[in-house]
């Protein structure tokens, strides 16, 4: 039998060895208490004590006086107590060590032919022999986990290393086999909480080791973890970081579905105004200042009506013949100045039956005044027909499409000519009101250049004085270097369509104050209450989702939200209000809309509904668990 102490064997020291005594288990202080009067005592349990561990060894003959001296000085450095508890490993416990010193001197007995025996006591103040290689364990996820220990035959007294990005007023809390330990913040992510059950302490290092700082403060309380032999369970909670916002809801189009505002770079007609100015003219909200002029205004059937998008502008109901208004914005040789990889033009239109029966009904066009064409939108027959011409003025587009669905009297529709010059192609996205189905053309071709030097004026509802139409224009956009697709446009139109708060039907107002949502005034006085319907937005989260309502509610008034879900925007869930912790209860699909009920007692005030937010727990402030058994023997 040999043995190793502090990395050396003595093997290597040429010593044969034997352990006189065996002892497996260490001696133990039974702690009783006896109380007079009463047979027995009261057991308390044992209290362990050190271990001790008696080799015997032997010099085998050495070969003269000096190498016998050496050798026994040799012994003497090696075993020197002065070096502190060192590991001591037995040939007869492989895989188990001790942490030992000797407890005394020893003396050399001399044998025959210089050699000689000596006895050693060696003192283990821990009793318990720990695994060579101990068991590790690494916890990354939160939740329950089972840890077994497959080594020794005692309860363990673990060394736990904890990363977390732990903010102030933040925690994670480890309970092992029922008993918790929670870890308040601040702990960054670069840093190790590492908490040693047997020392009883904790500290917080850095990845390599070092230490920064006390770790107990860190510790609500002081239930250090214990592991049992087989399995336990470890259970990891914590708090999340900061919610992720996903969907926000702040911009006047989805409160009340119009055409959003970046669309309209290049022109923006919303025709809201409920009449001209002074000289008849439309205002241009893109702020290019591009402002339409109405053609024949007065004595006619032209007007601003009141409806879905705030107002609109109505033409030609009558005789468009006689009354012959339309629409126009000069051309001061800059709206096409900027034409990039694609061209978006369009907007709303409710066509009455002299538009979509006549054979030619101009939509918008640039056939008028001086310089030549770009494009030219129409009706051919109640069918959506778009031109495009070059810089000599020539056709190299003359398209008829068909769509999916027919154009009627008295309904409101969505059109854009979605443009690409460099890729020499162009097509319709068309959509209903009414139905809410969306028809994308196919893409078609043309040989050519269009014309990018285009100065002809846009006009819309008239082409030579001889051609017109009969019917309202609604938020109509121009943009000459746009990103949009045609799917994008088509999107925005199904998502759009929920929306009511420039509904002029609805008890709520969300075109008179920018960006924001108020109960609808009548002479001064609020609805008592009314509600908004917003925009649909992508959703598809699964599991915990929040809702989060910005708005401004003077005393007297109030506001709730609810919400419903879709995957295809045309069948949507019940509304559904949010949990008591402001959590989604609709259930998880593509679309989610929402609905904000507006209240006030006092007719003179109003909530303000600013921003609708969703967003998602941020990722766990807990990180990585890491377990050194220190599996041991009794």
């Not at 030992?100 to 003396?107: I, K, Q």
């Not at 007609?269 to 290019?288: I, T, V």
């Amino acid at each position: 039998m040999g043995f190793k102490f502090n990395g050396i064997t003595s093997q290597s020291m040429e010593l044969a060895t034997r352990q006189t005594a065996e002892n497996r288990m260490p001696d133990f202080t039974n702690n009783t208490i006896t109380v007079p009067g009463r047979e027995g005592v009261f057991d308390f349990g044992e209290t362990i004590g050190e271990r001790k561990i008696e080799i015997s060894c032997f010099i085998p003959p050495g070969k003269s006086d000096e190498d016998f001296l050496a050798r026994k000085d040799e012994i003497i450095a090696w075993l020197n107590p002065d070096i502190g508890l060192c590991p001591l490993i037995l040939d007869k416990e492989p895989g188990r060590v001790y942490q030992a010193r000797l407890e005394g001197g020893f003396s050399f007995d001399k044998a025959v032919r210089n050699s000689c025996t000596f006895d050693l006591t060696f003192l283990c103040p821990d009793p318990y022999a720990y695994a060579e290689n101990d068991e590790t364990y690494e916890i990354t996820d939160t939740g329950e986990h089972t840890v077994s220990r497959s080594l020794g035959n005692a309860d363990s007294l673990p060394v736990y290393s904890v990363v977390a990005d732990l903010a102030k007023g933040k925690s994670t809390i480890i309970t092992t086999n029922g008993s918790s330990l929670q870890i308040n913040g601040v702990l960054t992510e670069s840093e190790i909480l590492v908490i040693d059950s047997s020392l009883m302490t904790a500290k917080v290092t850095d990845a390599d080791g070092n230490t920064l700082r006390n770790g107990l403060p860190l510790l609500e309380s002081l239930n250090f973890p214990a592991l049992k032999v087989d399995d336990n369970t470890v259970k990891v909670e914590a708090d999340s970081t900061t919610q992720v916002t996903v969907q926000t809801l702040n911009s006047q189009d989805k409160f009340t579905g119009q055409v959003p505002s970046s669309w309209g770079a290049d022109g923006l007609w919303r025709f809201n105004e409920s009449a001209p100015d002074s000289e008849y003219y439309l205002a241009d909200s893109s702020g290019n200042d591009r402002k339409a002029y109405i053609n024949n205004w007065s004595g006619t059937t032209a007007s601003l009506q009141t409806g879905h998008l705030g107002r609109s502008f109505r033409m030609n109901i009558n005789n468009p013949s006689t009354e012959q208004s339309y629409l126009k914005v000069s051309n001061d040789g800059t709206i096409f100045a900027n034409i990039g990889k694609t061209i978006v033009v369009g907007g709303w239109f409710m066509p009455t039956t002299y538009s979509v029966g006549n054979t030619f009904c101009p939509l918008l066009n640039t056939r008028q005044g001086t310089g030549n064409p770009i494009f030219y939108l129409s009706l051919h027959s109640g069918k959506p027909r778009l031109m495009l011409y070059n810089s000599s003025g020539t056709l190299i587009l003359d398209q008829d499409f068909t769509p999916s669905f027919t154009l009627t009297n008295g309904l409101w529709y969505f059109i854009a000519a979605v443009i690409k010059p460099d890729d020499h192609t162009a097509q319709y996205v068309l959509g209903s009101r009414s139905s809410g189905e969306v028809w994308i053309s196919d893409a078609v071709g043309f040989t050519g250049e269009l014309n990018r030097s285009c100065t002809a004026d846009l006009i819309w509802g008239m082409h030579a004085e001889s051609y017109w139409y009969a019917g309202n224009f609604d938020d109509w956009f121009l943009n000459c270097d746009s990103s949009l697709t045609a799917d994008d446009i088509a999107l925005w139109f199904q998502e759009s369509l929920t929306c009511n708060a420039a509904d002029s039907t609805a008890d709520v107002d969300g075109l008179t104050t920018a960006d924001a949502v108020t109960l609808k005034a009548t002479s001064g006085a609020y609805a008592s209450s009314g509600y908004l319907t917003t925009a649909a937005v992508e959703y598809g989260i699964t599991g915990k989702c929040y809702v989060a309502l910005t708005a401004d509610t003077p005393t007297g008034t109030s506001i709730s939200i609810e919400t419903s879900t879709s995957d295809d925007l045309s069948t949507w869930s019940d509304w559904a209000a949010p949990g008591s912790d402001n959590t989604v209860q609709s259930d998880s699909a593509k679309y989610i809309k929402f609905r904000v009920t507006l209240t006030t007692t006092d007719s003179s005030v109003t909530p303000t509904v600013k921003s609708i937010a969703l967003s998602t727990p941020g990722e766990s402030a807990f990180k990585k668990l890491t377990i050194q058994a220190r599996s041991r023997w009794r």
